[in-house]
């Protein structure tokens, strides 16, 4: 099964490092997030990368000249101002319509890759995304006026779930991308979704992803994560 790593956005939100090179070359622990990301799959024996790059993708070019492990890596630029959905659709010709696996360049987690897979083909969904729960940032108030009602510390499971990347995706999916304007995570897999053809894979583990360098410095601590289940 063939892994797509959308690797071309620009990361406004991380600018003290993303000026000079793309998200998911930003170094933690002397190897660039991208790496950490691969080896997740790497670990459950999917190594034939497809990475659409985009935003200074030749820094992620220069990266992978040299060989990395046994993965085969192939790099396909998909333009500078593609969306997600764009981006997918550029890589068809490559995915050979067969169900392959998603993710985003710049998000990791311990996620059990084997079960993720085994839970798509059992429940026969067109796709089945990884759903988390991020920590929780800040502290729960209810307020009443101005009196406090409720008052709680921060829980992660204050945080409802969100869409945590590591997708399994039909190649059914391309009837729903449009063009390069086409953004994955809105018309497509809300249509998909409506259809009730979208699964949710729940992980309780870790996961983090780099969106900001509070997110870089959380990474830098918890990066060992990705080795417990």
């Known amino acids: 099964m063939k892994v797509v790593i959308l690797a071309g956005g620009y990361g406004t939100r991380l600018s ?21 990301v691969m ?12 990475i659409a790059l ?26 500078k101002n593609t969306m997600t959905g764009g981006r997918l ?6 995915l050979n319509d067969e169900t392959f696996l998603l993710t985003y360049g710049d998000g990791v987690s311990n996620v059990n890759i084997k079960k993720l897979v085994n ?3 059992k429940n026969k969904k067109l796709v089945t995304l990884t759903a988390v729960r ?3 940032r800040f502290g729960a108030l209810k307020l009443k006026g101005d009196k406090v009602k409720y008052f709680k510390e921060k ?30 995570e809105r018309y497509p897999l809300e249509k998909i979704c409506k259809l009730k053809k979208l699964g949710a894979f729940k992980h309780n583990g870790f996961w983090q992803c780099m969106d900001t360098l509070r997110d870089k410095k959380l ?11």
Do not use: C
């Open 39 to 50: 080896k997740i799959y790497a670990k459950y024996g999917y190594k034939d990368f497809y």
């Open 134 to 136: 991020p920590p929780a």
């Open 89 to 94: 659709k550029r890589l068809r010709q490559l």
């Open 219 to 229: 990474l830098e601590k918890n990066i060992h994560k990705l080795n417990h289940h």
């Open 16 to 36: 003290e490092y993303t000026k000079t090179i793309p998200k998911p070359m930003v170094m933690i622990k002397n190897k660039p997030l991208i790496y950490y």
């Open 119 to 121: 839970f798509h083909k």
């Open 155 to 184: 829980s992660k499971l204050d945080e409802g779930w969100i869409n945590g990347g590591f997708f399994v995706m039909e190649p059914e999916i391309f009837k729903y991308i449009k063009n390069d304007k086409t953004i994955l």
């Open 54 to 79: 985009g935003y200074k993708g030749n820094v992620i070019k220069n990266y992978f000249k040299k060989r990395v492990h046994d993965w085969n890596v192939n790099l396909i630029e998909t333009g």
